[in-house]
């Protein structure tokens, strides 16, 4: 038996093992969720600063707007 067929047949069977229901559940609550959580947590701040920054020069951009029509029509 070749080195290949070997590898083959674990990853077959690691494959057929992953599929099963209960290590779905146990691959999605014990691995993937707590990793998705942790980036969540990181990530978090840059998305506040990022969002306010955009309301930011939202406003900024409204009452520049404003005051050019205030001068246009006075």
Known sequence: MSFETVVSKILDSMKEEIKKEEN??????????????????NIYPYFL??????????????????????ICYS
């Not at 609550?29 to 969540?40: A, H």
């Not at 600063?49 to 205030?70: D, E, H």
Request: aromatic share 10%; glycine share 4%; hydrophobic share 65%.
């Open 24 to 41: 779905i559940l146990i691959i999605n609550n014990d691995i993937i969720r707590p990793i998705v959580e942790k980036v969540i947590d």
């Open 49 to 70: 600063g990022g969002s306010l920054v955009f309301m930011t020069m939202f406003v900024f951009i409204f009452v520049i707007l404003l005051l050019n029509l205030k």
